[in-house]
């Protein structure tokens, strides 16, 4: 091995380190509780990806599993400063494996998914990539209601349960916030909703941090002349395959089943759903690039997107699904060439 690969590898690896370190410190530091620490955490994925789609997709993995190494060291240090490192042991590996499987590996094998090599006739690369980002958010979440309802009987057992832990914490919030509430507003109704709302919306939440994390990571490596490969116009290329509109469809309809099936499929439905949001939103870019006005169009939607979120992206769902089912692109281009 020459001098010049020897220090290509040293400087990938150390790169890699270094962004498992920043991932793992961008999700500690949302122990803080400030707007600006969560804030922060959305964006742990963006080191791991940064490091698999500009310095290769090794160095993307031992950064996932760098990452993960410093979440458990994390963990052991706070455990000697409260004087309690032997009772850390199981809760620092507890979130080391949490880290992994929700941040570290899937940011490392999404940036895998977009090195591949492209061949004539290959989907959207970052189609595939999004269809992939479902199946990593979606499966821990399923898998944790699962877990959940065998350990507590069932389903509704264990929505019980978390309720029963979030009523008082709800309304210890609300006196001390000094909130004005409707006479007929009830935090026990409240409680019981959170547990079952809250898996949904974190699974649809992770699909459109993953997926922006996974953008802005290309723009990246691509700006800094490390991506391997052109970057491709999302508004025109991304796409996703039509069998994801039946999945969207059946998981719709087994929500309303109940139960750990309904669940789950809520789950799958609303992540699926967050996929569809994202290409939405390239559609309407492509749609409205020569509109007049479309800057202050854009600039309303991202500002209702940064304060109401994610109630903007409900409305890019069904653009999304028209794009997949009838290509509004393709007809929009061949609608101008024969204006011409």
Do not use: C
Request: glycine share 8%; aromatic share 10%.
């Amino acid at each position: 091995m020459d001098q010049n690969q020897q220090t290509s590898d040293f400087m990938s690896f150390a790169v890699a380190l270094g962004a498992g370190v920043a991932a793992a410190l961008l999700l500690i530091i949302a122990f803080k509780g400030t707007a600006l620490a969560m804030t922060l955490t959305y964006m742990a994925p963006l080191p791991i990806m940064i490091a698999a789609l500009g310095f290769g997709s090794r160095a993307g993995l031992i950064a996932a599993l760098a990452g993960s190494v410093a979440v458990a060291v994390a963990g052991l240090i706070y455990g000697r400063t409260i004087g309690a490192a032997g009772a850390m042991l199981l809760p620092s590996a507890t979130a080391a494996f949490g880290f992994a499987v929700t941040i570290g590996l899937p940011s490392w094998w999404l940036g895998h998914v977009l090195l591949k090599p492209r061949t004539e006739g290959d989907s959207s690369p970052a189609g595939l990539a999004l269809v992939w980002t479902v199946f990593l958010v979606a499966a821990p979440v399923a898998l944790t209601l699962i877990v959940a309802s065998v350990h507590y009987g069932s389903y509704d057992a264990a929505a019980a349960a978390v309720a029963a832990k979030i009523e008082p914490i709800l309304q210890d919030s609300l006196v001390k916030s000094g909130a004005q509430l409707p006479p007929d507003f009830d935090v026990k109704n409240w409680a019981a909703w959170v547990p079952r709302a809250m898996p949904a919306f974190a699974a649809g939440s992770a699909v459109i941090m993953m997926g922006s994390n996974l953008w802005l990571a290309a723009k990246v490596a691509d700006m800094s002349q490390r991506l391997p490969q052109p970057w491709p116009d999302l508004r025109f290329e991304l796409s996703l395959p039509r069998w994801l509109v039946g999945a969207f469809g059946l998981a719709v309809i087994v929500a309303f089943l109940g139960g750990l099936i309904g669940a789950t499929a809520f789950v799958v439905a609303v992540a699926i759903g967050a996929a569809f949001s994202l290409l939405g939103l390239a559609v309407a870019h492509a749609l409205l690039r020569n509109a007049p006005g479309r800057m202050g169009i854009f600039f309303a939607l991202y500002v209702a997107m940064a304060l109401f979120f994610p109630f903007p992206l409900l409305l890019l769902i069904p653009l999304g699904l028209a794009e997949t089912l009838m290509s509004l692109r393709a007809r929009k281009a061949a609608s101008s060439s024969n204006q011409i």
